[in-house]
Nanobody
Framework: VQLQASGGGLVQAGDSLRLSCTRSELPSNTYAVAWFRQAPGKEREFVAGISRTGGRTYYTDSVKGRFTISRDNAKNAVYLQMNSLKPEDTAVYYC???????????????????WGQGTLVTVSS
């Protein structure tokens, strides 16, 4: 399984970006998807996710109201719409898929099976 993330770039504070993550075929039609990010010198952190069952969305507090995660099963893609970007959003963003990820573990990077290569988002002040 391959995941390909794209859409990162250099923007100014207050701007918007839309990240995309396309995937190859999966062995299951039921899976959780998420975006994580990792800033220099920091651990990888959960940003947003869609649960494996029910399709509910979850966000870390710092991005609530600004970021929106969505998925398009017909296009084998997941997106992260990022609005009102802040300098503290600067990081490499990774998409991830978990075939057995339970909702309570959405924020745990170790519960995911597949990862994209990351796309860099830089927000200048």
């Amino acid at each position: 399984v391959q995941l390909q993330a794209s859409g990162g770039g250099l923007v100014q504070a207050g701007d918007s970006l839309r990240l995309s993550c396309t995937r190859s075929e999966l062995p299951s039609n039921t899976y959780a998807v998420a975006w994580f990010r990792q800033a220099p010198g920091k651990e990888r952190e959960f940003v947003a996710g869609i649960s494996r069952t029910g399709g509910r969305t979850y966000y870390t507090d710092s991005v609530k109201g600004r970021f929106t995660i969505s998925r398009d099963n017909a296009k084998n893609a997941v997106y992260l719409q990022m609005n009102s970007l802040k300098p503290e959003d600067t990081a490499v963003y990774y998409c991830a898929i978990g075939l057995r990820t339970i909702t309570s573990a959405l924020g745990n990077p170790h519960s995911y099976d597949y990862w994209g290569q990351g796309t860099l988002v830089t927000v200048s002040s």
